[in-house]
């Protein structure tokens, strides 16, 4: 049993808890750090990037349909599956197996079974967009210099950096980044706004919108938390930091090429409203 004394300076008993609680103390200021880094890597994005913060058109709404309906389902029959290979943490790999169900077969929790693909398409079409439009529309070579960009960023490097560009634009949906209306709805959040003005929609016809920010809040909070503490284990908070901005690059690369594509559409077509 230990006594007074045992918890006087110099004491052994003593100099090891003093250094845990360093230790302990110590991780909670780096999984902190983490977060600021990566944080303000997501508020810069989100400041910057001319999809978010000009104003929506009917081009640029329909170019996001056929691009990112091909984009989700690239990302989460390839590549996220690729960072669950890489993964050794069990309850990371099913969470990512999780949200990849969600976008590519069936999403009960947040919509309506619907795959998250298939409710985009559908949201396309209530835009005024022909089916076959959308279902056989090519990636544009922006998009595809994106997904070769993500290939190496997410599948042959370690894991947790692979996590890191599964979450960070997700990131973005949450309230509280970029500025206006973005920072305080989040990007799909202000996006369900803009659409529904642009083009008379429903709620019920906005739920690609409403279930993401539903479901990417659940999905980012986790992955923001897990990537941080792992980062902090793993001794690598700045390769972490790093991940994300180079992901958010390629995101706003993609995401401009959108903007390009579909300000040409607007052009060609004659096409002038739009929604700030």
């Known amino acids: 049993m230990s006594g007074p004394n045992d918890l006087m300076p110099g004491n052994e008993l003593n100099d090891n808890c003093t250094e845990i ?11 902190k750090s983490v977060i600021a880094g990566i944080d303000k890597a997501v508020d810069n994005f989100s400041k910057q990037n001319r999809m978010l913060n000009e104003p929506m058109t009917k081009g640029r709404a329909y170019m996001f349909v056929m691009q990112h309906r091909l984009n989700t389902r690239q990302r989460n029959s390839v590549l996220k599956l690729r960072v669950a290979t890489n ?5 990371v790999k099913m969470d990512i197996l999780e949200a990849c169900v969600e976008e590519l077969v069936s999403d009960v929790e947040h919509g309506d079974g619907r795959p998250h693909w298939k409710v985009l398409e559908d949201l396309g079409v209530d835009c005024g967009m022909k089916r076959a439009q959308i279902t056989k529309a090519t990636p544009l070579p922006s998009t595809r210099v994106a997904w070769r960009a993500w290939d190496g960023l997410m599948s042959n490097r370690h894991w947790l950096l692979g996590m890191m560009a599964n979450t960070c634009a997700e990131r973005a949906n949450i309230p509280g980044y ?3 209306e973005v ?10 706004r803009r659409w529904g003005k642009l083009f ?9 919108f409403g279930m993401h920010s539903e479901a990417d809040i659940k999905h ?9 503490d792992h980062a902090v284990k ?5 390769e972490v930091v790093d991940a994300c901005e180079e992901n958010l690059f390629v995101w706003d690369y993609y995401l401009n090429g959108i903007a390009d594509a579909g ?7 004659g096409w002038r409203q739009s929604v700030k």
């Open 234 to 238: 793993l001794h690598m908070e700045d």
């Open 21 to 31: 609680f360093q230790q302990e103390g110590t991780k909670k200021m780096s999984t």
């Open 87 to 91: 993964t050794p943490v069990w309850d």
């Open 263 to 269: 300000d040409a559409l607007n052009k060609k077509m």
């Open 200 to 208: 008379g929609l429903t709620e019920e016809q906005r739920l690609f």
């Open 220 to 228: 980012s909070d986790l992955g923001w938390k897990t990537v941080a």
């Open 178 to 180: 970029g500025k206006g």
């Open 183 to 192: 920072r305080k709805k989040g990007w799909f959040g202000n996006e369900n």
